[in-house]
T-cell receptor, first 115, second 112 residues
Framework: DTAVSQTPKYLVTQMGNDKSIKCEQN?????MYWYKQDSKKFLKIMFS???????INETVPNRFSPKSPDKAHLNLHINSLELGDSAVYFC??????????????FGPGTRLTVT | QKEVEQDPGPLSVPEGAIVSLNCTYS??????FMWYRQYSRKGPELLMY????GNKEDGRFTAQVDKSSKYISLFIRDSQPSDSATYLC????????????FGTGTQLKVEL
C-alpha cells in the first residue's frame, strides 16, 4: 500500500504550457505539503495545507496554485511553465500542525522537465 | 547565505567505515533536528529526530546536536553499501508548526 502517491511520475512539457500534478495520501493525516527539489538536491517547501486550509505559502510565483479538494488530496497546478520550473516536486503529509514538527512522509516525486 | 549549510559531497567511503555527516545553521531558534535519507529517484524518509542538544542513538546511527555551536552531526557506524544515499538535515521551530528548513544534502557512497 502506497502511503503518499503522486501522478505523474515524469512530466515533460514545453514552455508556456499549463500542467497539474496530483497527490494522494492514505495515512489519515490532516496536513499536506508541496516541496520543490532543484538539481542540487535543495529541498524547499512551497505550500502546506491543514484540513484543506492553506497554512504555509512561501515565496512562490503566482503561476503555482495548490488545491486541496479534501484532506487526503493536494494538487499543484502550474500555469505558463518556464525553464526554471524544471525540478522534482515532492508531496508530503504529516499529522496535525502542532507546537513541534511531526515526521513528514514523502511521495516518490514528480520529475518535471520544461523544454 | 542559506539558513542551513551542508557539505554536498559526494563522500565516498569503504564498507565498514564510520561516516560523519554535518550541518551548520544560523537560526538559534531551531529546536528540532532531523536527518532524512533519500535514495536515488525516491522521496526522503525520516532517519533520526532529536530535540534540543544532546545525542540520540538508533542502531548504527547516532545523531548529535550542539546548539551552542549551531552544529549537528549524523554518525553511521559500520557503513554498508545500502547506506549509499543523500542525507538531508532538517530543522524546525517550537511553535513553527510543521515547517522544516532543509540543508542541501550530502551524497554518500559506500563502496565494497
Amino acid at each position: 500500500d502506497t502511503a503518499v502517491s503522486q501522478t505523474p511520475k515524469y512530466l515533460v512539457t514545453q514552455m508556456g504550457n499549463d500542467k497539474s500534478i496530483k497527490c494522494e495520501q492514505n495515512l489519515g493525516h490532516d496536513t499536506m505539503y508541496w516541496y520543490k527539489q532543484d538539481s542540487k538536491k535543495f529541498l524547499k517547501i512551497m505550500f502546506s495545507y491543514n484540513n484543506k486550509e492553506l497554512i504555509i505559502n512561501e515565496t512562490v510565483p503566482n503561476r503555482f496554485s495548490p488545491k486541496s479538494p479534501d484532506k487526503a488530496h493536494l494538487n499543484l497546478h502550474i500555469n505558463s511553465l518556464e525553464l526554471g520550473d524544471s525540478a522534482v516536486y515532492f508531496c508530503a503529509s504529516s499529522q496535525d500542525v502542532a507546537a513541534a514538527p511531526y515526521e513528514q512522509y514523502f511521495g516518490p516525486g514528480t520529475r518535471l522537465t520544461v523544454t | 547565505q542559506k539558513e542551513v549549510e551542508q557539505d554536498p559531497g559526494p563522500l565516498s567511503v569503504p564498507e565498514g567505515a564510520i561516516v560523519s555527516l554535518n550541518c551548520t545553521y544560523s537560526n538559534s531558534a531551531f529546536q528540532y533536528f532531523m536527518w532524512y535519507r533519500q535514495y536515488s529517484r525516491k522521496g526522503p524518509e525520516l532517519l533520526m529526530y532529536t530535540y534540543s542538544s544532546g545525542n540520540k542513538e538508533d542502531g548504527r546511527f547516532t545523531a548529535q546536536v550542539d546548539k551552542s555551536s549551531k552544529y549537528i552531526s549524523l554518525f553511521i557506524r559500520d557503513s554498508q553499501p545500502s547506506d549509499s544515499a543523500t542525507y538531508l538535515c532538517a530543522m524546525g521551530l517550537t511553535g513553527g508548526g510543521n515547517k522544516l528548513t532543509f540543508g542541501t544534502g550530502t551524497q554518500l557512497k559506500v563502496e565494497l
